[in-house]
């Protein structure tokens, strides 16, 4: 049996950002029943030299935004970094997830050797459509979902695996 690109990407990437809206949600609960104001946790870090929560969400959405475009032909809309609330993160990650749903297998499907060019800084680096999915797309998006429950959780939220990992289907 083999498994296509859009297989691999699509309900990967669905199911990833859809537990962080649960995980962001949490945090929101966690902020109110404790009465802390949330600003603090969205400013939050694990290290001073990391980003915050709130980048950590934002670069997860945009790497999963603009790589599913990328393999399939698409332009990705532009979304600004001004998320400032739970709420506003949460609404940026269940639009880039309508987004990333509306993509057909038949637009994704066949990109394995697609040149995928991306500009880093200064820097661009090349690849093929399957290697970019597969040691970057979804790396970095697990990376920094991630590095989002773990600032969360180093804060007291109280998550556990089953968060990240998201409900068995």
């Known amino acids: 049996m083999t498994i296509s690109m859009y297989q691999v990407a699509v309900p990967s990437l669905v199911r990833s950002l859809n537990n962080l ?14 009465k802390i104001d949330p600003s603090v946790l ?15 969400v934002q670069i997860a959405s945009d790497i999963a935004r603009r790589g599913v ?23 940026r990650l269940k639009n880039v997830l309508a987004f990333i749903e509306s993509f057909t297998p038949e637009q994704i499907d066949g990109s394995e050797e697609k040149v995928i060019t991306l500009p880093i800084g200064k820097e ?12 970057f797309i979804l790396p970095n998006v697990y990376f920094h979902v991630a590095t989002a429950y773990d600032i969360l959780r180093h ?15």
Do not use: W
């Open 42 to 56: 969205i400013a939050s870090r694990l290290y001073p030299d990391m980003l915050p929560l709130s980048r950590q």
């Open 155 to 169: 804060c007291g939220v109280e998550l556990g695996k089953l968060d990240f990992l998201g409900a068995r289907k």
């Open 124 to 135: 661009t680096m090349t690849f093929a459509g399957q290697a970019y999915l597969l040691f």
């Open 21 to 34: 809206v649960a995980i962001l949600e949490k945090g929101a609960a966690h902020a109110e029943a404790k």
């Open 69 to 91: 475009a990328r393999l399939a032909g698409a332009e990705a809309p532009a979304l600004e970094d001004k998320e400032t609330t739970f709420a506003e993160l949460c609404d």
